[in-house]
């Protein structure tokens, strides 16, 4: 196996794990965009629909290679591995409150699968398999910003699953020399993301004419990631030799609670709101992460990485840019205006 200092994204062949979802989807339309084959792992559905992938430009559509099947089939796996020369592994079971409700199938779904994947990336030879994490294995800040040798806490069973999951990724390195690198994101937001998210519940909420917006705890602190700046991490790692065997953060290096972006939201839609907490929506007290806050200096260092979407500045576009898709009467529809997640 040959490792460059430097991949080249364009010519590669690239399989990319939870592609309809919502980031996945961002990443493989701009991997097709700098020049490389993509292959989509798409959950399979009898409908044969492929999620976000459906709404992307007939050009990058037909481009993609379309696989639908089940990162649990070790087999499967396996197969649409071969001759794959960069893995980009994002599917998982993302919902916290979920975690509570099914931890089992967190396990299944997000250790098992992943566990799958590290495996089909070192029977095959691939040349990087980044690995997606979460700034939720951190739980709440016990320092901050948060850098990568922070203790990990699981405070519910999503960031326990997250934990194994990385945990394994990193012995197929120290155990294989597999060039696996480990990507933690912090929250990251933008058209798309699903409304049971915090910032797309807000925005949909107030695009449907609601005024009493329905939230868990306002408190805690984020860290919030534009979608774009989390996919040009994911990419500028996937790059660079320097982050295989590693964990690497991509955080926006900005803290804001989300009561205060509430109100941002609020102001850049024009309209007044009040907020009503919804019980529903509240995680047990021990399993709320209070703060996160990221520090991204290793992404600089490793690849060259800075969020364009950075600072106060910086989410206010992020939250206009979101704002605006939202709006779009055609994106909204798909959101069954009106009705609330939970
Ligand atoms: N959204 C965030 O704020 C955020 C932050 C940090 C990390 N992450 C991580 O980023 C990744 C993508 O998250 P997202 O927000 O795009 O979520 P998402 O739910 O939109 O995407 C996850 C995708 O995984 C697919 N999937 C689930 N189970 C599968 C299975 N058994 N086989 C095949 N596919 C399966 C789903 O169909 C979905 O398309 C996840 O690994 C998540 O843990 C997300």
Redesign the pocket.
């Known amino acids: 196996m040959r490792i460059d200092d430097i991949l080249t994204i364009s010519g590669k062949r690239v399989l990319v794990?939870?592609a309809?979802?919502?980031?996945?989807s961002h990443l493989t339309e701009e991997l097709v965009r700098q020049g490389a084959n993509v292959r989509a792992?798409t959950?399979y559905n009898s409908l044969g629909t492929k999620?976000w992938l459906d709404h992307a430009a007939r050009d990058i559509r037909e481009a993609i290679d379309y696989r639908p099947g089940?990162?649990?089939d070790p087999f499967f796996v396996n197969t649409i591995t071969k001759d794959i020369d960069v893995v980009f592994h994002?599917?998982?079971?993302?919902a916290i409150p979920y975690s509570y409700v099914a931890p089992q199938a967190y396990l299944e779904?997000n250790v098992g699968?992943t566990a799958n994947v590290v495996e089909a990336a070192r029977s095959n030879s691939v040349e990087r398999c980044i690995v997606?994490s979460?700034?939720e294995v951190y739980g709440t800040a016990r320092a901050v910003p948060i850098t990568e040798d922070h203790p990990l806490q699981a405070q519910s069973p999503y960031s326990a699953s997250?934990i194994g999951a990385d945990m394994i990724a990193l012995s197929y390195h120290k155990s294989f020399d597999t060039p696996v690198s480990v990507v933690r994101?912090f929250?990251?937001y933008g058209p798309r993301?699903?409304a049971r998210?915090v910032l797309p519940t807000i925005i949909t909420q107030i695009a449907a004419g609601i005024t009493s917006i329905k939230l868990g705890d306002t408190r805690p602190t984020r860290d919030f990631n534009y979608v774009k700046d989390t996919v040009s991490g994911f990419i500028a790692l996937a790059k660079s030799a320097k982050s295989i065997g590693h964990v690497t953060n991509l955080a926006s290096n900005y803290e804001i609670s989300v009561g205060e972006a509430v109100k941002l939201i609020a102001h850049k839609m024009g309209v007044e709101i009040t907020i009503e907490i919804d019980a529903a929506r509240l995680r047990p007290e021990a399993s709320e992460v209070e703060r996160l806050w990221g520090d991204n200096g290793l992404a600089l260092t490793r690849a060259g990485w800075r969020p364009i979407y950075g600072g106060l500045d910086g989410f206010e576009r992020g939250l206009e840019e979101t704002i605006a898709w939202f709006r779009d009467p055609a994106n909204l529809a798909l959101y069954n205006p009106g009705r609330y997640e939970v």
Do not use: M, W, Y
Request: charged residues 15%.
């Open positions: 794990t939870g309809d979802g919502f980031i996945g792992l959950i999620g089940d990162i649990r994002l599917a998982a079971l993302i779904t699968g997606t979460t700034s997250k994101p929250n990251t993301q699903s998210a």
